[in-house]
């Protein structure tokens, strides 16, 4: 579980770094995802097997993913394994 939480994390890291370089993308945008990242990461730091985030963290990530797939093709498949890797944990 640790090695699975490690790499989310990691995943995390990866799509802020990627939301920094994205100058185009409006505030309204960047700030759901970012409460969707901050969701994650409280979500991940008390992770516990079978404990879920608010459902809400999780819907604004397939939301976002929705959102960004055509404009964002690099940010939606980040978004991707981290909701990939949240389901293979049961979070």
Known sequence: MTEQIDNL????????????????????SRAVLEQAVLDILAALHKATPGERPAQS?????????????????TVTGILSRLIDGLGQMGI
């Open 9 to 28: 994390k990691a995943t995390v890291a990866e799509l802020e770094a990627e939301l920094q370089s994205i100058a185009t993308l409006d505030a309204e």
């Open 57 to 73: 963290a999780i819907e604004r990530l397939h939301a976002a993913a929705q959102e960004f797939e055509e404009t964002h093709p």
